[in-house]
């Protein structure tokens, strides 16, 4: 899914830079800065709350999934590139600034790419938290010495970066630098339990005191900034991304409505452009309407498509793996939801298959897993089926079939 979802990543960035510096045109604005600026405003992604509902469907896994992700990455580096690129056009050209220090930018995007796959797993894996002795604090030295490197690296590459246009791009590179790292996630858990409570009064403190006290209410409230946010957000903003994946066949509109979700960063390019004088009050008001159009209709809509996609293509539930009999009851209270499972053998003697003698071992019966939604379209119908005689043996369990892990 690498190079479709790569394209779904320069569609879905360029239908709305370029359809949103159109329309602020059309509204009488001029091309540069203004245009340019509501387009790039436009162009990001947030697929955060898109990959939590993958998540929790469990079909993350799945090739649609996967694309989703992988746009939404290629999404990010663009729009980074747009960012700086815009704000280079301030004031005078200058060659050095517009040009030159982008491209810097992405080459050393690359090679901390490169690095992130085959440097950094293997530094700190093999070689340096190896070193470290283990222990069973609730914070370990071996985590403590893992949170040291990722600040560390987070201060050099948004220092190198800084000096390129955007200290946001060595945020950005420094993240992507430990997704390799085993075990997966652990990182990210480790950053996450250290500064969840510095981030979460931050970012309260980040938009109140820039995005939120920068809006000019009076213009925001108006009818005209009203009718001209509503039309941007429709078409440029909403529209631009649904049909940004014309090629993924009929996942096309699950991944379109999973890129139109805008977060923090969308909000910050347009107030930052209009701390620049590069749109003024009108524009700005604007660009709030479109992105608060996507930010409360993408998250209901994707949810509405995805559960519809979903159903109709019959996508397999996740299978837990539990290690003995006793375990199913714990791994249903962990499961949730109930579904139906008919389960297929072949009956060799069908006088010695009653529903209280045991089921003869699976790896024998070499069967295969069909699963179908049931006619209301919210069960799921599990059927193992073998060529030849069978009985059923219909058991009501919660969410999922269950595999010994000795079989």
């Known amino acids: 899914v690498g190079p479709k979802a790569c394209a779904v ?20 604005k001029p091309f540069l800065p203004d245009g340019l600026s509501v387009g790039t405003a436009l162009a990001p992604t947030s697929v955060g709350i898109a990959l939590r509902l993958l998540g929790e469907a469990k079909v993350l896994q799945e090739d649609f999934g996967q694309a989703i992700i992988t746009a939404a990455f290629v999404d990010d580096i663009l729009s980074l590139v747009l960012f700086n690129v815009l704000f280079s056009l301030t004031g005078d050209f200058n060659l050095m600034a517009t040009v030159v220090n982008p491209i810097i930018g992405i080459a050393f995007m690359g090679i901390a790419m490169v690095a992130a796959v085959k440097f950094w797993p293997k530094a700190i894996n093999e070689w340096i938290l190896p070193r470290v002795p283990e222990d069973d604090l609730k914070v370990s030295h071996r985590d403590e010495v893992l949170f040291v490197i990722m600040m560390a690296l987070l201060l050099i590459y948004a220092t190198a970066t800084h000096f390129l246009g955007t200290h946001l791009w060595g945020c950005f590179i420094a993240g992507m630098s430990f997704a390799c790292v085993k075990p997966v996630h652990h990182p990210h858990h480790v950053w996450v339990k250290q500064t969840k409570r510095l981030t979460s009064w931050m970012i309260r403190i980040f938009f109140s005191a820039t995005v939120a006290f920068s809006i000019p209410v009076d213009n925001l409230l108006s009818l005209d900034a009203f009718l001209k946010g509503s039309l941007m957000g429709i078409g440029p903003c909403i529209l631009s991304k649904v049909l940004c994946a014309p090629f993924m066949g009929d996942a096309k509109f699950v991944i379109g409505w999973a890129m139109v979700g805008r977060a923090e960063f969308a909000y910050l390019i347009a107030q930052m452009a209009a701390a620049a004088d590069m749109i003024d009050e009108e524009t700005f008001s604007i660009a709030i309407w479109a992105l608060l159009y996507a930010t409360i209709f993408a998250p209901f809509t994707f949810r509405m498509v995805l ?99 000795d079989m």
């Open 307 to 405: 559960n519809r996609y979903i159903a109709r293509n019959n996508f397999e539930l996740e299978v837990p793996r539990v290690s003995s009999e006793s375990s199913i009851d714990a791994a249903l209270r962990d499961a949730g939801a109930r579904a139906a499972i008919n389960l297929h053998v072949p009956a060799v003697r069908p006088e010695a298959h009653t529903l209280g003698s045991s089921i003869p071992d699976i790896d024998e019966l070499k069967l295969e897993l069909q699963r179908q939604r049931d006619e209301n379209g919210k069960g799921v119908r599990s059927r193992f089926n073998r060529p030849g005689k069978s009985f059923l043996c219909c058991l009501f369990l919660n969410k999922s079939n269950f595999v010994r892990e």
């Open 9 to 28: 990543a320069v569609f879905g960035t360029i239908l709305p830079l370029a359809a949103g510096s159109l329309l602020t045109v059309a509204f009488g």
